[in-house]
């Protein structure tokens, strides 16, 4: 199974997160500048497996606002 990473773009003034399954670092990036990504690579993570199983599935693969991306941050660390 792929593992899930949380990468971070600067998109203006702004910042966007996407979660991308791969099976490292440099494949999720690919994905995601495949994918269209518009936006400089910040920082990437990788979630651990007891994080990316509390993940909402309908979130992986997507495009995360910051208030999104916070929200989902505080929804995870309970």
């Known amino acids: 199974m792929n593992q899930l990473f949380w990468l971070v773009f600067k998109q203006g003034n702004g910042v966007a997160v996407f979660i991308q399954p791969?099976?490292?670092?440099i494949t999720a990036r690919m994905r995601v500048a495949l994918a269209?990504?518009?936006g400089e690579f910040q920082e990437g993570h990788e979630l651990?497996?007891?994080i990316a199983k509390r993940m909402a599935k309908d979130q992986i693969g997507k495009i995360l606002s910051r208030?999104?991306?916070t929200?989902?941050?505080k929804r995870l660390d309970r």
Do not use: C, E, P, V
């Open 67 to 69: 208030k999104q991306a």
């Open 22 to 25: 791969a099976g490292d670092l």
């Open 48 to 50: 651990d497996a007891k």
């Open 36 to 38: 269209g990504m518009d």
């Open 71 to 73: 929200a989902l941050l």
